[in-house]
Nanobody
C-alpha cells in the first residue's frame, strides 16, 4: 500500500524559510519520479516541482525557481522541499505526489 506522509509546515513571516518532508512507503521510492504540488484556499492544485533520475534531476515551476529546492534521501525513503524567501502567495497546503497518490498535506501559511 502506497503511503505518503507530509510534515514540516507552519506559520512563517514573509522572507522566512521552512523545510517540508514526505515519508514514503509501499513502492520503490529510489527509482520513482516524485512531485510536490500545492493548493491555495479556493484555488486548484498547482504543480511546484519534480525530482527524477533517482534524485539527480529536478525541475521547478517558474514562481518558485531560485527559492525552493527539492531533494530526496533514498536511504530514508524521504522527500524534501526546502523553501526560502517565502511570500504570502506561497500560502497553501503542500502535498507530495507519486503517480496519482498524495498524502494528507501540510499547511504552509506565510503572514506577518
Amino acid at each position: 500500500e502506497v503511503q505518503l506522509v507530509e510534515s514540516g509546515g507552519g506559520l512563517v513571516q514573509p522572507g522566512g524559510s521552512l523545510r517540508l518532508s514526505c515519508a514514503a512507503s509501499g513502492f520503490r521510492f529510489s527509482a520513482s519520479i516524485m512531485n510536490w504540488v500545492r493548493q491555495a484556499p479556493g484555488k486548484g492544485v498547482e504543480w511546484v516541482s519534480v525530482i527524477y533520475n533517482r534524485g539527480a534531476s529536478t525541475k521547478y515551476a517558474d514562481f518558485v525557481r531560485g527559492r525552493f529546492t527539492m531533494s530526496k534521501d533514498n536511504a530514508k525513503n524521504t522527500l524534501y522541499l526546502q523553501m526560502n524567501n517565502l511570500q504570502p502567495e506561497d500560502t497553501a497546503t503542500y502535498y507530495c505526489q507519486y503517480e496519482n497518490y498524495r498524502g494528507q498535506g501540510t499547511q504552509v501559511t506565510v503572514s506577518g
